[in-house]
């Protein structure tokens, strides 16, 4: 399992962390800061609702 973390940055924007419950490191965070942390909080509901996919994109070339 893994575990969302709303934080703040040096700007006092808002922004998330999807951290491991195993080992606690990130696994994944948002590409943008937001000004509210309902911003936030509405980037973690469209990530769980479209992240759920089984197709893998290799972008390598290799």
């Known amino acids: 399992m893994a575990t ?4 703040k940055d040096n700007k006092g924007e808002y922004y998330w962390v999807l951290r491991s419950d ?15 942390k309902q911003g936030a909080k509405q980037s973690i509901v469209w990530t769980q609702a479209n992240a759920k996919t089984t197709s893998v994109s290799d972008d390598t070339g290799e």
């Open 4 to 7: 969302y973390l709303i934080r």
């Open 22 to 36: 195993e080992n606690y490191k990130t696994v994944a965070m948002s590409s943008e800061s937001y000004d509210t």
